[in-house]
């Protein structure tokens, strides 16, 4: 069943009382950008006292700087002012629950959508399949605090991002809202 109806409805009412907004600036007012994941439970703006305009939020699965994560970034300071970033992942990750290889496998059989068991995501559907997914670095998640270093280290060494920016790591706790700092991850993105 789709929820196309609902999203248009929705669409509708905040049209509707949209107001000024259509005047906001292109650069965001407070001169951030947070790189997060897509997972439906986390809400930037309310973990981060967000309303339209104030940052950039970069999303993608498990928050990870991919090319296309970092790309994003270096528009948003190059082009559009942002001064600060920070990398936030989360608690209960999906992709702490799969690796590349599982990943790959799941899609050489099947590319119905998989379920979530106790030992793991598995195979409900049936082929065909696609071998294309062995060319995927899928960034799965082993451990969360090291991924979030990791990709802020990865930022922080890219050559395209000024050594100016600070870049700050962060785990979002799903079952608290709280962000809890990764010191070694907003140490190796200290501003230089």
Known sequence: MSVLTEVLSANESYAASFGDKGSLALPPARCFAILTCMDARLDPAKYAGLVEGDAHVIRNAGGRAS??????????YKLLGTKEWFVIHHTNCGMEFFTDTVMRGLLANS??????????FYDVG?????????????????????????DVTRIRNHPLVPRSIPIY????????????????????????
């Open 67 to 76: 090319d296309d994560a970092i790309r994003s970034l270096v528009i948003s």
């Open 111 to 120: 590319l119905e959508t998989a379920a979530l068991g106790e030992d793991g």
């Open 126 to 150: 049936t082929g065909p399949g696609s071998a294309e997914a062995s060319y995927i670095d899928w960034l799965t998640i082993s451990d969360n605090a090291q991924s979030v270093a990791e």
């Open 169 to 192: 790591g962060f785990i979002y706790d799903v079952a608290t809202g709280r962000l809890v700092e990764v010191p070694a991850a907003t140490e190796a993105g200290r501003a230089g």
